[in-house]
Structure formats: C-alpha cells, structure tokens
C-alpha cells in the first residue's frame, strides 16, 4: 500500500503572472487528467511561495479551492466537505506536503489530496532581477493498493551562517507604503552552488540509506537553473536523461520544479530499466528535502 | 490511538494598550464605543524598540522555550517543527517569506533533527498544525512535534487607526488584536488525562474573500480588511455546530454525551463568543458548557487565541485539573472545526 500521482496538471501561460490564476489551472487540469469532477478533493495543499500582492490572509489554498469550485459550504447536497490550508517551505515545500498529505490519506481521513503550487512576482507583473518563472502546478495524491508510491522524507540543513536566498518586504511605520507589490530578494553569490551541494549530498545520501540503485533511478531536482540537472548529474556520476532539466520556462519554476520535472518525464515516457524517480527539492536555508518514488 | 497536548507554552509581552488609548489615536471618531461592543479593554503590544524588537519570531521563540521547559522532550528530540504565524515579522517589521520561520526556529532553538515547514491558514493555523501533527503521529511517520506561533499582529490595529475613515470600515476589526506567542508539544496520548478526542476542521471557500490580510496601499503596514456582515451572520455561526453535529451523529454520539466542561472559542469579542455558543446550543438543543475568554484583556490573538485561554486558565486554576475542552477555530478561509481534548497540565502561576 502506497501513495502514488494519480495525475498533473502544469500552467505556464508566460503572459499570466498571477500565482493564483497559475494554481488554479493547474489545480483543474489535475483534476481534469484524474478524473475529479464538481466533487473536488477532500485537502488540498498549496505550497506556493510568492503569492498575489503579498496576501498573508487567508490560506491561499482557500482562494484555489473556491475558484475550483467545490465543497463551498456545509452542509450541502453530498455533504462532504474539504480542508484547505498553505504549507511554505520553499523549494522543498512540495515534498513536505507530499508527507502530509501521505499521512492523512495512509489514516484514511481524506481519499483524494490536492498539492497545489503557483509563484509569481507579487506585483503581478514581470519584474527584472526576479528569479522565478511565473507557473504552477498540481499533483493529485490517492493511496494505492500495491507497492507503488512515495518512500520516506529526508531533509537536510546546511550549517552555514548565512541562508543562500531571503525574501522579504518592509512593512514599518518608517517605510514606504507599496509593499503589496514589492519583493527583496537577498541573494549569495555563491547560493546555486551551495544548491547543488546540497543536491549532490542528498542524492547520495539517500541512495545509501535506502540502497537506491541509481542506475534504474531517474532523480527530479529543484530547477535553480537551465545547467542545474546537467551539473547534477555530473558530480552524481549519472547518465545525463537520468536526471530530468525542466525546459520551456523563462526562470526558476520554484515550488513548483518538481511537478513540471514529473509531468515532462511522463509526457517524455520513462525509458525500460527505470523502477524508481528521486525527487529532490532544494532551496533557501539552504536545505534539502528528498524523497522516492516506486514506479 | 489517540495523541494529546504534551505541553503548552506561551509569550506574552510587557506592553499593554488600552482600547481607549488606541480608539484615542484614530482621527476618525466612531458613533459607537468599540469597548462597549467587543468587552475588549486591553492587549499586549510587542516592544518596538531597536535592540529589543518583538517581532513574531522573537514572541514564537519564547512561547517555544516556555514550553520545551516543562515538557518531557528536549529540541534536538523534537521530530517536526511547524510554524503558524500569520504576521511573520522579523525585527523592524519584516515580512519575510523564504526561508522558513521553522528553519528560523530550528536554527535558535538547536532542534537538530527536526522536519521544519511553515503553515499559514489564518486565525486557524495553530489547530491546522495539531491536526497535521495528529495525522503524522497516527501514521507513524513521526512520534512528536511543536507548533509554534508568534503574533506581531497589531501591526494591523496601527494600520486601522490610521487608515479608518467611516463606521462601516472594513478595518474596523483589526482594532481588537493582541500580540503574543503560543506553543504546543504534540505526541502519542498515554492515558485519559491528557488526549485529543477527536479533531476535525473544514473550510468553506464560499468565503474566501470575506476577510483579506495584505500590505496596505495607503499606509506603510499590514491591513486586514474583513466584511462582518458576511464574517458573521447566521450562515456562518451555523457553520460550526452543524458541522459538529453531522460528525456526531455519524460517529453515534451526541453533544452531551462528550460532557465537555468549557468551550473555547476564537475571541473575537466577549459578545461574539456569547453569541456563538448561544446559537450552538440551540442547535444542539443543550445547555452549553462555560465559554472562557481571555479577550477582555488580551484581545484577539489571532492564531494563538485558543491556546492562551487554555494556558491562562490553567496558569490561574481558573478550571479544574483534567477539564475537557471544546476549542472551536473560526478564521478567514473560511475554516471551522471542532476539537475536543482533555488537559490535565499543570502551569505554574
């Protein structure tokens, strides 16, 4: 018994820069490609980062399930009802709510989990010198009755003093009004390449713990950048189709890197030989969060 | 298997702010008594000094260490670490996004080994993040964890009483917030004196829109602008015990049968806390247990609101050791829910 993907679903319309409106496409065509109807699910997750205005209130989850449209009040005709609430970590945020998500549908509290992600430049609008590409994605989670599915969460931190990458807006009395539509991003020098320590760490760290055969593992990394899978790959020592490059995204697609790596590999076919996937999300902290995937 | 309230722990700050003081403040002059309506006279203001800034994380981290202290486990024991601020204020009023304020958290307070995430479902955050780690714990997937809020929220009330210009203002609410911060150790029950009897929680998105928290375009702050004709009227208080309802018929119980012995609902105002229970109970069709509220003095804390009435009526023997409590979320979303647990923690005063 396990949790598996019963569908995706990606937005990257590049003249949209609403996370909101990125997420709720995705969150349809997910539902769409796995067969969920006006019934919608019984969680959904967003994960999102970068969010419409800077909103901190209320989940943005909320917004997408009423722009799904399902399950708006209680009681109602199917009395069903769903729960929807943020989980922000980054570019590891995805993989923290796959665990989650696992939890709920392995108690048999919920039958169907939404993730959901969408990241855009708070001012809607594309803003110079932001890193992340207006997208969104969205994973539909049930549980299996055999061995496929997700293995188990590892996260990992870096003791370094500083943390690669910090968001942030100034909202004081002594600041100018309009951090609505602003975003500061502290960004190290150095920051992709502590990223991909902490990939190529992970990477390994995880082969050996659970005795991953790496040969027959195809690894979805974070998308920090257009070389990030092929350097990935190189000090991993692995075939470079072993380890998925997101392409057609003018930047980072952030939380959602690991949805678009897994919707392009299914789109591309998983070649013979391949039994399990690695995802490996990487971000800000800088840490990493890693988990398999038993096809 | 159940799970319960390991330990609880809270901040509050030294600061206070009368309502007459804030209401003061405002240029606009309200044709009613915000006092007289909400029964809220105090809260805690955060310190604003250089040097000594209380911002979320800084009243989070100390509610954590309040309850580490007297809980079994140590930090580099704790599996998860979920934060559920909505402020999310670093010093001198920063909002900050990435990383984690559980990354923050896990860093200051030395959990070594702890998975660290942020959750955000407004006023609802702190029992989303018991319900996660409920479900975690159940799973096997972990055997603890903390929840850990910090509430830099009357950044909201500052904004309000600059930006309020007539009586039916949208902002008017942001002027009962308090700050504060709350924390809750999270494991596997062991008896009948500390467990979590069941936990439940939905959100009705038809609402989605009734209450927004963003920066302002007017002013430098946060502002919340919520619509209280919507937020609170009958469709809405019904959402709850009929929710509870269902569920209890479901699982072949009744209201009076759980012989809860306090209700804790989220303190809005001592008028709305009235009116919530009073409306359940018709529902219900029972006499309802006492409803504590803590807001005369503290306002509304936001996310931490259930679990300072918790801590301070423990903290006071204001209830009795072993008491069953009832704590019902209401937030933006918008969520309800239901939570019933037994505590018998002891505070020291």
Same mark, same amino acid.
Not at chain 1, 82 to 99: H, I, K
Not at chain 1, 127 to 156: E, I, N, Q, Y
Not at chain 2, 118 to 143: E, R, Y
Not at chain 2, 261 to 289: E, L, W
């Given at each position: ?22 997420a ?64 922000m ?78 968001a ?42 659970h ?75 800088v ?9 | ?35 007289? #309506? ?5 809260? *805690?203001?955060? &310190?604003?000094?250089?040097?000594? =800034? +209380?911002? %979320?994380?800084? @009243? ?6 309040d ?13 998860? #670490?979920?934060?559920?601020?909505i402020? *999310?204020?670093? &010093?001198?009023?920063?909002?900050? =996004? +990435?990383? %984690?304020?559980? @990354? ?49 929220i ?40 500390n ?9 009705a ?33 019904r ?76 903290r ?5 050791p ?28």
């Amino acid at each position: 018994m396990g949790i598996i993907i019963k569908s995706t679903g990606v937005s990257a319309d590049a003249s949209n820069f609403s996370a909101l409106d990125h997420a709720v496409i995705a969150g349809r065509r997910a539902f769409e490609a796995g067969g969920i109807g006006s019934e919608g699910v019984d969680l959904l997750i967003n994960v999102g980062i970068y969010r419409d205005e800077n909103m901190v209130e209320p989940a943005m989850a909320a917004i997408i399930q009423k722009a799904l449209g399902y399950r708006l009040d209680f009681p109602n005709a199917a009395m069903n009802w769903s729960f929807s609430f943020d989980l922000m970590n980054g570019a590891g945020g995805m993989l923290n709510a796959v665990q989650v998500a696992s939890a709920f549908l392995m108690n048999d509290k919920v039958k169907t989990a939404l993730i959901v992600s969408g990241d855009a430049h708070p001012a809607k609008a594309a803003v110079p010198g932001f890193p992340f590409a207006a997208v969104g994605a969205a994973m539909l989670l049930v549980k299996s009755d055999d061995a496929r599915g997700f293995g188990s969460l590892h996260t990992a931190m870096s003791d370094d003093a500083t943390r690669g990458l910090e968001a942030s807006v100034m909202c004081g009395p002594a600041d100018k009004p309009g951090a609505a539509h602003q975003m500061n991003l502290r960004i190290d020098a150095n920051y992709e390449a502590r990223l991909l320590e902490a990939a190529v760490s992970a990477v390994r760290t995880y082969a050996q713990t659970h005795g991953l055969d790496l040969s027959r593992t195809i690894v979805l990394p974070s998308q920090p950048s257009a070389t990030f899978a092929r350097d990935l790959a190189r000090r991993c020592e692995l075939a470079a189709d072993h380890v998925v490059q997101v392409t057609g995204l003018d930047g980072d697609p952030h939380t959602s890197a690991l949805a678009f790596a897994y919707a392009q590999l299914q789109a591309q076919g998983i070649p013979s030989g391949i039994d399990q996937l690695l995802f490996v999300g990487v971000g800000s902290g800088v840490t990493s969060t890693c988990i398999a995937y038993r096809l | 298997m159940h799970t319960r309230f390991e330990s609880l722990g809270a901040f509050l700050p030294e600061g206070r702010m009368s309502t007459a003081e804030l209401v003061e403040r405002m240029a606009f002059k309200a044709p009613f008594n915000i006092e007289d #309506i909400t029964g809220i006279h105090n809260r *805690r203001v955060h &310190d604003k000094r250089p040097g000594h =800034f +209380e911002g %979320s994380l800084v @009243l989070g981290l100390a509610a954590a260490r309040d309850c580490l202290k007297r809980s079994r486990y140590r930090a580099e024991d704790l599996d998860v #670490i979920v934060s559920v601020s909505i402020s *999310r204020m670093k &010093d001198g009023y920063e909002l900050c =996004f +990435e990383p %984690s304020f559980a @990354l923050e958290l896990k860093r200051l307070l030395g959990a070594t080994k702890a998975i660290t995430f942020d959750l955000s479902n407004a006023c609802a955050g702190m029992m989303s993040g018991v319900m996660l780690l409920d479900q975690m714990i159940k799973a096997g997937i972990v055997k603890n964890g903390i929840v850990i809020s910090g509430e830099c929220i009357t950044t909201i009330a500052e904004t309000a009483v600059l930006e309020i210009k007539e009586a039916l203002d949208p902002q008017f609410g942001s002027l009962t917030v308090g700050d504060s911060g709350a924390a809750v150790v999270v494991d596997e029950a062991e008896d009948d004196a500390n467990k979590i009897h069941h936990i439940e929680m939905l959100t009705a998105a038809t609402g989605a829109h009734f209450c927004i928290g963003k920066p302002s375009d007017a002013t430098p702050g946060i502002a919340l602008y919520t619509d209280n004709k919507q937020m609170h009227n009958e469709d809405r208080v019904r959402l709850w015990p009929t929710f509870q309802m269902n569920l209890m018929e479901k699982w072949g119980t009744t209201f009076e049968a759980e012989k809860y012995d306090y209700v804790v609902q989220h303190q809005v105002s001592v008028r709305a806390i009235q009116n919530f229970t009073k409306f359940a109970g018709k529902v219900f069709n029972t006499t309802m247990p006492e409803a504590l509220s803590i807001c005369e003095e503290y306002g509304n804390t936001a996310t931490t609101s259930h679990f300072i009435v918790l801590y301070e009526s423990l903290r006071n023997k204001r209830v009795k050791p072993g008491s069953k409590f009832l704590l019902v979320p209401a937030a933006s979303g918008l969520v309800t829910g239901f939570v019933g647990v037994t505590v018998s923690l002891e505070i020291e005063k």
